[in-house]
């Protein structure tokens, strides 16, 4: 078995915490397996439950809108989260859920070697580049971590329900595109 295939298979039965009582399927991730830019957001929702994919519901077609008005194809990214189940009503993951489920997307990481990693919201951002991290006054910042490069953008679902923040991701996501094709 391969990498991929055994990390998979190892996160499609984990039963680390309650989030596996309550789901439907688990939500791996997709895209490229050599990507150079990797998407993380914090959890599946209600759609990606239902299909296993992340960011297949409202707020992925608006992530694909914006891939798309970058010149980035959603095959040739990754997009995964910092969980693999559905927290219940969508509510933030809980601390002790996100360390049991971490190993896996460090893992994907590990596998990937992207060469930037797209925090998706507040949460992601405050999981992977830092505690205190503010999305409001931070998106678009850039940061170096190892052979990483990360940067945070707000969450496709929180434009949705404030677009005056479109302009925003729009400039951060012409800068992300910038950037790979810098490196």
């Not at 005056?164 to 951060?172: A, E, K, M, P, S």
């Amino acid at each position: 078995m391969s990498g991929w295939e055994e990390l998979e298979s190892r996160c499609g039965s984990c039963r680390a915490c309650p989030l596996c009582e309550t789901r439907t399927n688990v939500v791996f991730g997709t895209g490229s397996k050599e990507a150079a830019v990797m998407f993380v957001g914090e959890a599946p929702g209600e759609s990606e439950d239902l299909s296993g994919k992340p960011f297949v519901g409202r707020a992925g077609q608006l992530l694909d809108k914006y891939l798309f008005a970058v010149d980035l194809r959603r095959e040739d990214v990754y997009i995964a989260n910092v969980l693999k189940c559905r927290p219940p009503n969508n509510r933030d993951p809980l601390p002790e859920e996100e360390e049991r489920c971490i190993g896996f997307l460090r893992e994907q990481v590990r596998l990937i070697q992207p060469r930037i990693i797209v925090c998706l919201g507040r949460i992601a951002a405050m999981r992977l580049i830092d505690p205190g991290f503010k999305i409001s006054a931070q998106h678009g910042q850039w940061f170096r971590k190892g052979n990483f490069w990360l940067t945070a953008v707000f969450h496709p679902a929180a434009l949705l329900r404030d677009p005056r923040r479109r302009g925003d991701q729009l400039t951060d996501m012409k800068a992300i595109a910038a950037k790979a094709k810098e490196i």
